[in-house]
């Protein structure tokens, strides 16, 4: 996959994905959020051939001013300009546990909060009232997702090789 491109005509940038993952074009205009203007244009890529692991790159965040005309057009596989940034989740700062046994017992303990919040939302089912029972889903699947956004993930980011015991254990 690749994408290309123009500001007012001119050439800005080209990019490409040749991995697992997604290809796009960004455009953000603001308006009274910054003392500075965040009005800019770029394109970025999300290789994720290297579960769980990302590799994130952008080309351009070229400046925007009104009337300017920006043109993405998709081209076939081939050769593109290197990206301006690149940034991998394996190299980020907030990844967690450095221990191997120490990953592997946090994945177990969440996988027993996950068990013990679906017994009582199990009993919940039969107990509460309709209204009750999805307010109790949707608290409970608010706090599965912050599970995975706090804890599974940031660890399997820094153990990879944890992600089948993930698995299994139906944390991901």
Known sequence: MRLSLRVNGLQKACASLTANGWL?????L??????????RV????IDTSDEPNTTHSTWGGIP???????E?????D??????????????????????????????????TCD???????????????????RKLTLAVANIVVELDRQLIS????????LLPLAEDLKLR
């Not at 925007?64 to 920006?70: A, P, R």
């Open 154 to 161: 940031p660890t399997l980011r820094r153990h990879p090789d």
């Open 115 to 133: 068990q013990a919040l679906s017994q009582v939302l199990e009993r919940a089912k039969d107990i509460e009232s309709e209204h009750e029972f």
């Open 24 to 28: 796009g074009a960004h455009v953000s």
């Open 78 to 111: 081939g050769e593109s300009d290197p990206p301006s940034e690149i940034s991998r989740t394996s190299e980020s700062p907030n990844n967690l546990l450095s221990d191997d046994e120490l990953a592997r017992q946090l994945f177990a303990s969440v996988h």
């Open 42 to 45: 770029w394109l970025n890529a």
């Open 30 to 39: 603001s308006r009274g959020v910054a003392s500075e203007s965040n009005d």
């Open 72 to 76: 993405i057009e998709v081209l076939p």
């Open 64 to 70: 925007l001013v009104t009337g300017d005309k920006i």
